[in-house]
């Protein structure tokens, strides 16, 4: 179980890191990821309140299938109350300050990754990246880091200066 938790820890952190092509992209699939990335924006903040609320089956349900693939639902559960609810937890608002970036999944399917971030009650920052891949069944989430800051990627709030 240890070892396919651990398999799953690295396909979120390792597996879906943002290929970029700087200076390869052309006008139109710039345009392209930007209407992408508008129509995310939603499925985003939904995501996000449905993780503050700890809608389990919900969550799960967001989940690109092929990336949790061998995972069981005790195991993805067991992430879930480690990781992403108590970081969601602290959710008041979702910020609309974010850069985009290519994702592909190890099958070749691309979406995006979102480096963003939400404030608590307090107005204090809190970074995240997401990565969002439309499917045949909707927009589905391919992974989700929490609480870390990508230079370069999110802005220069505090936990990320």
């Known amino acids: 179980m240890l070892r396919k938790l651990f398999a799953f820890s690295f396909i979120v952190t390792a597996v879906f890191m943002p290929e970029i092509s700087v200076g ?3 006008f139109g699939a710039e345009m392209q990821m930007m209407k992408s990335a ?13 993780a503050r609320d700890k809608k389990e089956n919900e969550v799960i349900a967001a989940l690109d299938p ?8 005790e195991q993805l559960r067991e ?7 108590p970081f969601f937890a602290q959710y008041d608002k ?3 300050y974010e850069q985009i ?7 070749g399917r691309v979406g995006l990754w979102h480096y ?16 969002i891949i439309d499917t045949d069944t909707g927009l ?16 220069a709030i505090p936990p990320c200066q």
């Open 24 to 26: 390869q992209a052309n």
């Open 38 to 50: 508008e129509k995310h924006g939603a499925f985003i903040e939904n995501f996000s309140i449905l």
């Open 66 to 73: 092929a990336s949790i693939k061998g995972i069981s639902e």
């Open 79 to 85: 992430m879930m109350n480690k990781n992403i609810f």
């Open 94 to 96: 979702l910020k609309k």
């Open 101 to 107: 970036t290519k994702a592909q999944a190890p099958d």
């Open 116 to 131: 963003t971030y939400i404030t608590d009650p307090q107005g204090n920052a809190h970074p995240f990246q997401i990565a």
């Open 140 to 155: 589905k989430v391919l992974s989700v880091q929490v609480g870390q800051c990508v230079k370069g990627r999110h802005p």
